[in-house]
């Protein structure tokens, strides 16, 4: 499928096939009601717009589940911003038990709620009225076609809700037909089992991406395929549930009660933590469909290819951070399965905004301001990546913009926009061909699933079906395509010696790296029943850097990387010494270059222009880029330079200035980088407050790990039913 640039989720297809044959007459036209609205395709198409629409608010505003829960509470992201983070626990949301965090949370929560539910109740009306046509069998005999597939979306869609209850709040309504009212909690099994089956019965009724017209923007039947994966990993996998409801209430799709292998549980809040003892079943269940997925994609491609190139002498070279930036451009990515389409004016595109590399200047700037939200950890950039593994440049960079064009170094201060140390790197407003200088307008789409996760999810079935041999070659699609040709054998058996040669494992830590900053690693480690060790072995593991960075002044790791207290950063005139700004791959050689590594960085090449274009369009951009010293070396960024040695002395002799690094992860810095006293707040957020609400004690104790978010209050007022977990009803 060729890329095509975006286009409005409202021109989602062609004509209908189908006529409705039982459309009521109509006596006015002011009198508008379902048998009308769903007398023609067109109008039918509507309904589920709405619903889509509903869907992006659900993840993509300030309350969005993607920019509060999703991305917060992994071993790879954290949010950037103090308050929020202390609000959330450091983003964990463990034994969230206090009064103002409750209230804060059902807040967020409560606005979640309404919209999933108002999505479902879209979705409920499209599927009444499809099946309820006079001519249904013949819309399902001569499928896929505009109708089948419209029921079919309006299934994904709903299915897709019911998999973020779950995840964020455990058991749920379940509310499956028209008009439905109930005031009984629903056995997340039970539901989930059951829009499995949906799935099931519609993916054949669907069109695959690129068939019909239809694209990525749209639920299509490699979204359904790959959404089947995720339910059945889902129930195959751990969950804290709750022991407060009697020992029937979690059954399957047929009212069986369920029976479960137990990690841990805890009494006090009524919580055990446990997987299903059939969970093997739903990998075998999840296989056809992920095959299907994978072996006939339509026009879904995995990108393993880098076809650029320019004149200046840059080296690319690098197909997953290609497809980022085909993301990144506005265009339609062949990896893409889907997307959720942002408008690119109106300040509605928070991609880049919050999940971005970050900006500290305003609105309208060179770049615009990009808030920066989540970030990361420096045990992900230099401990967990392989320093060779092409994703961790494209995933992740140290510096950051300014207004003016220019390019800055991070620091581990608490806040955003320039602040929290490792950023996320997949989505920079410095690449875009034709980038708005106004905050919010990047028109930068949310992809929900790529290519790369299902192809990951059948390694993993495979894996746990004893498909060894499959699951390797799986596996090996995503891992190879990070490194160079020469080395991808090395590196693959690295991988599964690092893991002990356990392949589901090995699964797991490349999930772990590739989906950097796309909120999928925090369910990964819930599912994986990994979540409480990692809460406690993660957090020791930064503790240990942080003391050996007050021991010792820098702490190494063992793939060889050192992060020290102090780097030597010095602003030069990319522009003359290499005849471009934005830096891409390093090129083999140059690692001790300090402009061109790490890569993937610097800023865009001629800011001017963008100025120049931005105001022949009425857009007022005040600031002035600088022309000259726009770009960053850096030294020391890897490996420990003694600041009272010898070669911190040239480096200063040089125009390089002493810079805070790793200290300002414990301490406060004067601006003159004299070193003051230490800062608790800033080490214990860099350290301790890390999955904060998850002891010690509580591992040692195999305590349940609660992550689960109060049910929305007037939920709770209305229907007489309790939150669990410890949380108040009140």
């Known amino acids: 499928m060729k890329k095509l640039l975006k286009y409005s989720v409202v021109l989602l297809a062609s004509l209908s096939l189908f006529s409705c044959k039982n459309t009521l007459t109509v006596s006015s036209p002011s009198v508008v009601d379902g048998d009308f609205v769903f007398g023609s395709y067109e109008t039918a198409k509507t309904v589920l717009l709405g619903a889509y629409n509903t869907y992006l608010q659900c993840n993509t505003n300030s309350e969005g589940l993607f920019c509060n829960w999703d991305n917060m509470g992994s071993d790879v992201e954290r949010c950037s911003i103090g308050a929020s983070a202390a609000i959330f626990i450091a983003g964990a949301q463990l034994y969230l038990n206090s009064t103002e965090n409750y209230q804060i949370t059902n807040a967020a929560s409560s606005g979640i709620w309404d919209r999933m539910y108002s999505v479902i109740a879209k979705c409920n009306q499209v599927i009444y009225y499809i099946e309820g046509f006079d001519n249904f069998e013949q819309i399902k005999s001569s499928a896929p076609n505009d109708w089948s597939d419209l029921l079919g979306q309006a299934y994904a869609l709903r299915a897709t809700m019911y998999y973020d209850l779950v995840r964020y709040f455990g058991d749920a309504l379940y509310i499956d037909t028209v008009g439905m009212e109930t005031k009984e909690l629903s056995s997340r099994d039970f539901i989930i089992e059951n829009e499995i089956e949906n799935l099931i019965g519609i993916e054949n009724l669907m069109y695959t991406v690129g068939q019909n017209g239809h694209l990525s923007d749209q639920m299509t039947r490699n979204y359904v395929d790959g959404l089947i ?167 992740l960079t140290v510096t950051s913009s300014h207004g003016n064009g220019t390019e800055i170094i991070n620091t581990f201060s608490l806040g955003n926009k320039t602040t929290g140390g490792i950023h996320m790197n997949k989505y920079d407003l410095n690449r875009q061909a034709n980038p708005d200088p106004r905050q919010l307008n990047s028109g930068i789409s949310f992809v929900q699933m790529r290519q790369a996760d299902v192809i990951l999810m059948l390694a993993e079935a495979y894996a746990q079906t004893g498909e060894t041999g499959k699951a390797t070659t799986e596996l090996r699609k995503i891992h190879d395509r990070a490194f160079a040709d020469d080395i991808q054998d090395a590196k693959f058996n690295d991988l599964l010696a690092a893991n002990g040669g356990n392949l589901v494992d090995a699964i797991f830590n490349e999930r772990q790296l590739e989906f950097v900053g796309e909120g999928l690693r925090r369910w990964d480690l819930v599912r994986s029943g990994k979540m409480p060790e990692v809460a406690v072995n993660f957090r020791k593991n930064l503790i240990q850097t942080i003391d050996d960075l007050k021991a010792k002044g820098y702490h190494e790791y063992a793939n060889g990387n050192v992060i020290s207290n102090w780097i030597w950063t010095k602003a030069v005139n990319a522009k003359v010494d290499y005849g471009y700004r934005l830096t891409m791959q390093t090129p083999p050689g140059k690692e001790d270059d300090p402009v061109l590594y790490p890569g993937w960085r610097g800023q865009h090449d001629d800011w001017a222009a963008v100025k120049a274009s931005a105001i022949s369009q009425g857009i007022n951009v005040s600031m002035v880029p600088v022309e000259d010293y726009t770009n960053l070396a850096i030294k020391g960024l890897f490996k420990y330079i003694d600041p009272e040695g010898a070669e911190a002395k040239a480096l200063e002799a040089d125009g390089y200035a002493k810079t805070v690094w790793g200290i300002d992860m414990y301490t406060d810095i004067k601006v003159d980088v004299e070193r003051k006293t230490e800062s608790p707040d800033r080490l214990a957020e860099w350290s301790t407050k890390f999955f904060g609400g998850y002891s010690d004690a509580d591992y040692a104790a195999k305590k349940a790990p609660i992550y689960l978010n109060p049910m929305q209050y007037t939920t709770i007022v209305t229907t007489g039913l309790t939150n669990g977990y410890g949380f108040p009803d009140k």
Do not use: H
């Not at 407060?244 to 841990?264: A, M, R, V």
């Not at 056809?288 to 026009?299: C, D, I, M, S, T």
């Not at 070279?317 to 085909?326: A, H, K």
């Open 229 to 395: 994966g995720r339910l059945c990993f889902m129930e195959a996998g751990y969950q804290t549930r709750r022991t407060d409801l009697g020992t029937d209430f979690y059954t399957d799709k047929d009212g069986k009660p369920l029976s479960f292998e137990t990690w841990g549980s805890d009494d006090s809040r009524g919580a055990a933590y446990n997987r299903r003892s059939d969970w093997k079943n739903f990998y075998t269940k999840a296989l056809p469909y992920l095959e299907k997925a994978v072996n006939q994609p339509g026009g879904v491609i995995l990108t393993t290819t880098d076809p650029r190139s320019d004149d200046k002498g840059r080296v690319y070279g690098n197909p997953f951070q290609y497809y980022f930036n085909t993301v990144n451009d506005q265009k339609m990515a062949e990896e893409t399965i889907y997307e959720l389409t942002m408008k690119g004016v109106g300040g509605s595109s928070r991609i880049a905004y919050n999940y971005g590399r970050g900006c500290d200047a305003g609105s309208p700037a060179l770049p615009p301001k990009s808030n920066a939200q989540t970030s990361s950890y420096p045990e992900v950039y230099y401990g967990i990546f392989d320093p060779q593994d092409m994703r961790r440049d494209a995933s």
